[in-house]
């Protein structure tokens, strides 16, 4: 059984990678086909959940644009290394 950490709420937030929102938006506009609003988000998570994989959220029409995120161990390992660079 696992225990519940003390003082955090257990919420799930949805999170995208800042390179992959700044592609969405540009493919959006190139894209004749594209119209209305597009849910830009890769993965949920919750606080519970945070040191496990993350639940892949859809962004199903988006991806119909040809639209994809990256892999979230890559982005977690991506922040690491850019943080080490200082």
Do not use: F
Not at 4 to 28: H, W
Not at 48 to 60: H, I, T, V
């Amino acid at each position: 059984m696992r225990r519940a950490r003390v003082g955090v709420e257990n919420k799930v937030q949805s999170i995208v990678d800042v390179r992959d929102a700044a592609e969405a938006p540009i493919l959006a506009y190139e894209t004749p086909a594209a119209d209305g609003r597009y849910i830009c988000t890769s993965h949920s998570i919750s606080s519970e959940d945070l040191d496990k994989e993350g639940a892949r959220e859809s962004s199903e029409k988006l991806q119909k644009l040809g639209w994809s995120s990256s892999p979230l161990e890559w982005r977690i390992l991506s922040s690491i290394l850019w943080k080490a660079m200082g």
